[in-house]
């Protein structure tokens, strides 16, 4: 478990230097796209790349004053994910794509929060779960939680990739206790 915590909060630290270079003027576009580059490496390369800057650096230089105001924001409003729990599962089932990258019948779900300050409680926000693949070990799949409806939704409609059921609960992991209630809740269900 100690390796598993070590890789997501190796990831978390990647994606926090990458969503705070994301509108940061100061930041090149060479040197974003080697921060991007650094956090997907987390992810198995089936994955679709989530990172983007959507602007070049120059683009961003050269927008109007209102906007630079809220580039700013952005980058102080970056946080790194809190990372509450891991959970160790055994025989999970998974759809034949992932199953054809897992390397064995360990999966891990690592339950983290959000990306930027919100306001809100410090509550869930994704699970990723983590497994030894064919290409090392990686994120393979990822879960976001609701906040109008609190519950875990799947990151996108294709079976074959999902996990569909994490499989047999061996150990549980908890480092830090969620504030938002519906969070909590799931967090002290086991």
């Excluded at 630290?13 to 090149?28: G, L, Q, R």
């Excluded at 599962?89 to 891990?108: H, I, S």
Aim: hydrophobic letters at 30%.
């Amino acid at each position: 478990m100690k390796e598993i915590k070590e890789f997501v909060e190796k990831d978390i630290e990647a994606e926090f230097n990458c969503n705070k270079a994301k509108t940061d003027v100061t930041i090149t576009d060479n040197e974003y796209e080697n921060l991007k580059h650094k956090v997907h490496s987390y992810f198995h390369s089936v994955i679709p790349d989530s990172y983007g800057r959507g602007m070049s650096q120059e683009e961003l230089l050269n927008d109007e004053e209102i906007y630079q105001d809220l580039y700013r924001k952005n980058v102080i409003n970056a946080t790194p994910r809190t990372l509450f729990q891991i959970k160790q599962y055994q025989n999970p089932k998974v759809g034949e794509g992932l199953a054809r990258w897992l390397l064995n019948d360990e999966l891990f779900a690592c339950y983290t929060s959000y990306t930027e300050d919100t306001g809100r409680e410090l509550g869930y926000n994704k699970l990723f779960y983590v497994a030894q693949t064919n290409e090392g070990l990686k994120i393979i799949y990822d879960l976001t939680f609701g906040v109008k409806e609190p519950e875990w939704r799947h990151s996108h409609d294709l079976k074959i990739n999902q996990v569909k059921d994490p499989g047999k609960l061996i150990d549980v992991q908890k480092y830090q206790a969620p504030e938002e209630a519906n969070s909590l809740a799931d967090y002290n269900a086991e």
